[in-house]
């Protein structure tokens, strides 16, 4: 297949709206999207980005208004966290529309509806004006694709076309939140923070995992069948510390170094990323990734990133990275 290098939203829409897959840039990462009402162009997405079928892609309507294109009903706590933070980075997770594939739900009667900030991706899906799903545009388990040039490094003769711009602002995918039971329940922390979320919604609760961690009261039937697979993974192996290395002996061309301080002789490693922004480090974080590969870098030192606001979902996929 013949993947296209578009840069108008006709083109965009028109594929979408023929069956294609199309990625696009969101203000979170670059997203594949597909007619969430499509069986059949759905089950090329699976394929394209070689994703397990158990789990669920978050489906994306162009305005708030648009809402009942994917979910058959807005809860109290979705349409208080809505009005809050919508559109914007996050995910609600409600009922399904009976219209929306049970493929794009992985077989789970709830879906997940975004509507994005971003404007080109606003003016995309409603010229579409069909519910979009669209999972992270990149190749199941790699880092999430934050240029058009990591998208086609995963995705190119995989699928359709490729709007051709690179906006994205957060670099990292949305805040997921179940609003489906009596409380509901952050999935995966994104640029809405969970302190955020309970000035509007106070019961909101943090999806616990681990054998330590009891779920919340009312909460426990939830879970995100995203979680379970490996996330967000580079070819080197990638090494969580607190602090930048500091023994230069250690360190040569094989070795890669991103964070926020910076250390004598980091200089001498095959790549380095001194960000001076938390922001900038969460936006900086999977090209990262990917130029350490392109560099064919063996480890990667990467500084934890610090406990509060966009740095939490940062420390989240840090640790996904890292993880074997
Ligand atoms: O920012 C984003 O959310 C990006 C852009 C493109 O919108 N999309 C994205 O999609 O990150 P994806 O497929 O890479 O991640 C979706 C996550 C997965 O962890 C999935 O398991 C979870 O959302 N999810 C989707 N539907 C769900 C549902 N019905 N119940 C629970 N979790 C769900
Ligand atoms: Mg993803």
């Not at 993947?3 to 829409?13: N, P, Q, W």
């Not at 089950?43 to 397990?52: H, I, S, T, V």
């Not at 179940?178 to 999806?207: F, N, S, W, Y």
Request: with cysteine; net charge negative.
């Amino acid at each position: 297949m013949l993947t296209r290098r578009i840069d108008t939203v006709e083109e965009a829409a028109k594929i979408l709206r023929e069956g294609g897959l199309v990625a696009f840039p969101t203000e979170t990462v670059f997203g594949l999207g597909v007619d969430a009402t499509n069986a059949t162009a759905v089950e090329k997405l699976f394929l394209a980005k070689g994703r397990p079928s158990d789990n669920p892609l978050i489906v994306h309507v162009g305005e708030v208004g648009r809402w009942s294109q994917a979910a058959s009903e807005l809860t109290p706590a979705a349409q208080a966290l809505l009005d809050a933070f919508a559109p914007g980075p996050i995910t609600v997770v409600l009922p399904k529309q009976d219209r929306i594939c049970s493929r794009v739900s992985a077989g789970l009667k709830t879906v997940g509806l975004r509507i994005p900030h971003h404007s080109l991706t606003q003016e995309i899906l409603r010229r579409a004006d069909i519910p979009i799903a669209a999972p992270s545009a990149n190749r199941s388990g790699r880092p999430s694709g934050t240029t058009w040039q990591a998208v086609l490094e995963d995705l190119d003769g995989r699928i359709d076309a490729v709007f051709c711009e690179d906006s994205i602002r957060i670099g990292i995918e949305s805040t997921v939140i179940d609003c489906c039971g009596a409380v509901p329940v952050l999935l995966r922390p994104g640029a809405i923070t969970l302190e955020q979320i309970r000035q509007v919604v106070p019961t909101a609760q943090q999806l616990m995992t681990g054998s330590n961690t009891p779920m919340p009261a009312g909460a426990d039937q939830v879970t995100s069948p995203g979680l379970l697979h490996p996330h967000y993974q580079p070819r080197a192996k990638v090494r969580l510390v607190a602090a930048p290395p500091l023994d230069a002996n250690q360190l040569d061309q094989q070795v890669a170094y991103c964070g926020m301080e910076s250390f004598p002789g980091m200089e001498g490693l095959g790549l380095v990323a001194h960000y001076t922004s938390l922001e900038a480090f969460a936006a900086g974080f999977y090209e990262f990734l990917r130029e350490a590969d392109r560099r064919a870098i063996a480890t990667i030192f990467v500084q934890l990133a610090p406990d509060y606001g966009i740095g939490r979902a940062l420390l989240d996929r840090q640790r996904r990275a890292a993880s074997d």
